[in-house]
């Protein structure tokens, strides 16, 4: 029965069970978009974040580098270096082209970074002479290569979506194989009974 008390004929109007709710309580309509649209914003800043404190982490090891006028080059592992500047050039791309956005930034950092130990480690070995079993041919190659399918999968990205979205995926595998690296230096560590590495 529409009809009002006092017994006029003209109806209420229908109204949804949210609206009466928004209009008897302001504070419920006031709570939900703000805590709704704030949270990705805190999530992707606190992403950035992390990962900028994982791609600076090897400054550590670039200040031990100067410190010892080069002989610490020995200790540094140029797939770890490698591994982490073909990351981020991956995730760059697939950001980029994509695209999403929220990937752009902290990669942006770590493929500057990396590209910064690497030259500082290769100025070593060529401007000062600084020799290192793993900073040889080996590991000149291995930059080399890294250099090249950087360029070529980015622009293979730029391509279309769907050619991002498989760089993409082949950087997940990169990543795995980043997270992994230092394994490799833990089992020199405990053949050698030695923590210097």
């Not at 209009?23 to 649209?37: D, G, I, K, Q, Y």
């Not at 130990?117 to 060529?126: A, D, E, H, S």
């Not at 230096?185 to 210097?196: D, R, Y």
Request: charged share 10%; glycine share 8%; net charge neutral.
């Amino acid at each position: 029965d529409t009809t009002p008390p006092g017994g006029h004929c003209a109806p209420y109007p229908p109204v949804s069970l949210r609206a009466r709710l928004a209009h008897m309580t302001p504070s419920f309509r006031a709570l939900e978009p703000a805590s709704v649209l704030a949270e990705p914003a805190y999530v992707e800043n606190a992403a950035v974040l992390c990962s900028a404190f994982f791609f600076l982490s090897p400054c550590v090891q670039m200040v031990q580098l100067f410190s010892s006028r080069g002989a610490a080059l020995a200790t540094i592992n140029p797939l770890t270096l490698l591994l982490l500047f073909f990351n981020c050039s991956l995730w760059m791309s697939w950001g980029v082209f994509l695209p999403m956005p929220p990937a752009v930034p902290g990669n942006l950092l770590g493929l500057v970074a990396g590209a910064i130990y690497l030259l500082l480690c290769w100025g070593w070995v060529i401007c000062k002479g600084v020799r290192a079993p793993a900073w040889g041919a080996r590991g000149a190659f291995g930059t080399v290569t890294i250099l090249a399918l950087s360029g070529i999968l980015a622009a293979y990205a730029s391509l279309s979506k769907e050619y991002a979205e498989h760089v993409g995926l082949f950087a997940m595998f990169v990543s795995v194989a980043l997270f992994a690296a230092p394994l490799s230096e833990l089992a020199k560590v405990l053949e050698e009974k030695c923590s210097e590495r």
